[in-house]
């Protein structure tokens, strides 16, 4: 994991990665760090979202097949079935999470090592290693989780509910847009409310170095630090009260929809079932798909929050180390 490159004509060592920060430049430090990582996992993934349809149509299967035409021996071969689809599943979840994990161990300890390697490089005094403990502590830490998610989670997550919604329009067409129509107001309105989110949060990052500052600097009860100490606190809380008042109306929105959903489905194909123009399997089945379209659905939008938010924690990173490289 070779991030560091020789800069300038001085022969000063600069992380290439500090270099540009910008609305990409996350990525492009993902790329750079993590490349086969980050294609192991995307091969794990993709074996991931097509074992987790299996289930689903064994589901309609057991229902219309086994149970419907009282087969017990197809009942129990279908059952070991399922109970094989969901055993390797697990497994193969169990291995993408492993993988993750370390991914994120190993970013982390080499962002830690570049800050360290910067402000050994930067000098500085007590306020800049104040704001340092920050990046340390926290601000690398949630760059790090992101990058073993950046390319996975989306890849997972966005694969099974298109993977499920072309299922259900296999199955069943009007299931399958009334899922589509169920989950559109949430795609609208979470990319909007993030970009309060994400002013809050550059904001809170600041405040958290500047507390860092005050405790490094402060010398006594009546030195200006000291003085500075509580009304940064304060208003490091009011920042994160704020991002915590969207975040939960976004979450709010996600298990209204997520209610909601069902009850639909049960409406409209319940409807369809007296109608004849689907079995009591396709509305098991919906039900069921529904709920695989959900989880992933809010898995995704949790992942827009948590990459928004990395981008912001590594662009103030970004910038904080390579002005350290640049004095």
């Known amino acids: 994991m070779r991030l560091l490159r020789v ?9 290439g990665w500090a270099a540009a920060p910008g609305a990409f430049s996350v990525y492009r430090f993902i790329w750079a760090a993590t490349r086969a990582d980050q294609v192991r996992l995307c091969l794990v993934t993709l074996l991931v979202v097509p074992v987790s349809m299996v289930p689903l149509e064994l589901q309609r299967r057991i229902t219309n097949e086994a149970i419907g035409r009282r087969q017990l021996g197809l009942l129990a071969l279908l059952g070991l079935a399922y109970l094989a689809a969901i055993l390797l599943q697990g497994w193969l979840k169990y291995r993408l999470n492993v993988r993750r994990g370390r991914v994120v161990e190993a970013v982390a300890l080499e962002l830690r090592r570049l800050v360290h390697a910067a402000a050994l490089a930067g000098g500085g005094g007590a306020r800049e290693r104040g704001a340092l403990v920050s990046m340390v502590a926290a601000e690398a830490e949630d760059v790090a989780g992101f990058v073993a998610e950046s390319l996975s989670v989306p890849l997972l997550q966005g694969g099974t509910v298109l993977a499920t919604l072309a299922y259900l329009l296999w199955v069943q067409p009007l299931l399958a847009a009334l899922a589509t129509v169920l989950y559109l107001p949430e795609l609208v309105v979470v990319p909007w409310r993030q970009r309060t989110i994400n002013r809050l949060g550059r904001l809170h990052v600041r405040l958290v170095r500047a507390l860092g500052d ?4 402060e010398r006594g009860r009546a030195s200006p630090a000291a003085r500075r100490f509580p009304l940064l606190a304060e208003r490091a809380l009011a920042a994160r009260v704020a991002a915590y008042r969207v975040k939960f109306f976004l979450t709010f929105l996600g298990n ?8 639909g489905v049960l409406v409209v194909g319940g409807w369809l079932v007296v109608q004849g123009r689907a079995s009591m ?3 098991v089945v919906a039900i069921t798909a529904l709920q695989k379209v ?3 659905l809010d898995q995704l939008m949790t992942y827009y929050r948590t990459a928004q938010n990395a981008r912001v924690k590594y662009e103030l990173l970004a910038a904080a180390v390579g002005a350290s490289c640049r004095r």
């Open 281 to 283: 399997g396709t509305l």
């Open 256 to 263: 209204l929809l997520d209610a909601a959903g069902p009850l």
């Open 294 to 296: 959900g989880d992933p």
């Open 7 to 15: 800069a300038g004509t001085g022969g000063q060592r600069e992380p």
């Open 214 to 217: 005050a405790l490094v600097t």
